[in-house]
């Protein structure tokens, strides 16, 4: 089945513990995004990667980090969290990033609370 | 930059009411329009899109919506909502980066409500 998979779905932690969140493709896509979700504000793209080792900012990029070391995964790295990054996260694909028209497939989301 | 509004951050219809969920973009040039649904604890799923090949768009689950340029709107309609439509719906726009890439702007989402 053709999915976009994170884990873990639900994850509580302290302010300042390292965290990482999987992102993982099986559709050969090229493009992969991280969004953060918050009531009232819509997704917000954090970070963005065109292809493999091609990363770049989005939108609110500020106390995260990514890498694409390989196509299939995207990783999400949260070096020292505080409680303003507690939100559901989104990582999405798509086949290519330079279509305008190219669906984003979306994964069931990470729900992360920072204490 | 463009932007997308969606009017009404929840909206209750009674099974088998019209469904309208309201979205207006801002662009400067001929926008690509999309509506994401997400239902309860899932990532968003894609409803419709609109393209620039037609202005009335079908989608999935019987949703409907129509690009309607002199209004810079992009409403979501569905005739008759079932109990199943109760979600979430994001109006989305792709904008173009710096190099050469499309992201999605969202609107900040509009949770539909149905009632028995």
């Known amino acids: 089945e053709a999915q976009v998979t994170q884990n873990p779905r639900y994850l509580i932690t302290v302010t300042g513990k390292k965290l990482t969140v999987t992102c993982s493709q099986n559709m050969n896509h090229e493009y992969m995004s991280w969004y953060r979700q918050d009531p009232g504000l819509g997704l917000r793209q954090i970070y963005y990667s065109m292809n493999v080792e091609v990363t770049d900012k989005g939108d609110v990029p500020e106390g995260y980090k990514v890498s694409r070391k390989e196509k299939r995964n995207f990783p999400l790295i949260l070096e020292s969290p505080s409680p303003n990054q507690t939100s559901l996260y989104f990582c999405?694909?798509?086949?290519?990033?330079?279509?305008?028209?190219?669906?984003?497939?979306f994964g069931p989301g990470t729900r992360l609370t920072v204490l | 930059a463009q932007s997308v509004t969606q009017l009404g951050s929840h909206v209750s219809v009674s099974e088998g009411a019209l469904v309208l969920l309201r979205c207006n973009y801002s662009?400067?040039?001929?926008?690509?329009l999309f509506w994401y649904v997400q239902y309860p604890n899932q990532g968003l799923q894609l409803l419709l899109k609109y393209t620039s090949a037609a202005t009335l768009v079908k989608g999935i689950n019987g949703f409907e919506a129509e690009f309607k340029k002199s209004e810079t709107s992009f409403h979501l309609t569905k005739p008759s909502a079932h109990m199943s439509d109760a979600a979430e719906y994001f109006c989305a726009v792709s904008d173009l980066g710096m190099d050469s890439s499309y992201k999605l702007i969202f609107g900040s989402g509009t949770r539909l409500l149905v009632r028995p």
């Open positions: 662009s400067s040039v001929p926008p690509y």
């Open positions: 999405a694909s798509s086949v290519h990033g330079t279509e305008f028209n190219n669906e984003q497939f």
